[in-house]
Structures are given as C-alpha cells and as structure tokens.
C-alpha cells in the first residue's frame, strides 16, 4: 500500500465522523465518535510514516477528546 494515499481515506473518514457528530440523533453521534477514533488511527498511521509529528500529536489529543465525548454522550 502507498501509505501517502492513506491521507484520503484519512481525510474522508474525519468528514464522515464530523458530519455524524452534528446530528440530532443520539445514537448517530455516538457512532460518529467512534469513526472520529478511527479517523485518528488513520492520522497517526500517516503521521508516521510522513514524520508529521505535529499531527500524531494532535491526533492523540484529539483522540482523547473523543472518548471523553463518547463517556458523555452515552
């Protein structure tokens, strides 16, 4: 795998989980904080590889902002 390339499905997965997280619905919330935890693997699996890492940092505090989330949602 070209793992430049990663940053799509990356980039997708972010805006997925973005999108789920402004509805209304509560359970839809709940799995948009979960693809955000994903969108962060992906991150930091790129940051890696590229040495971005200013951006693993931030995927990991992210990263803890979601769980947080995802304890106050439930």
Do not use: Y
């Not at 209304?24 to 971005?52: C, E």
């Amino acid at each position: 795998m070209e793992w430049d390339l990663l940053q799509w499905p990356a980039m997708a997965v972010t805006v997925i989980g973005a999108w789920l997280l402004t509805s209304t619905a509560r359970h839809r919330r709940f799995i948009g904080f979960g693809v955000f935890l994903l969108s962060n693997v992906l991150w930091v699996l790129w940051g890696l590889h590229t040495q971005a890492f200013a951006v693993i940092l931030l995927q990991v505090c992210l990263a803890l902002l979601n769980v947080r989330g995802l304890k106050e949602n439930q």
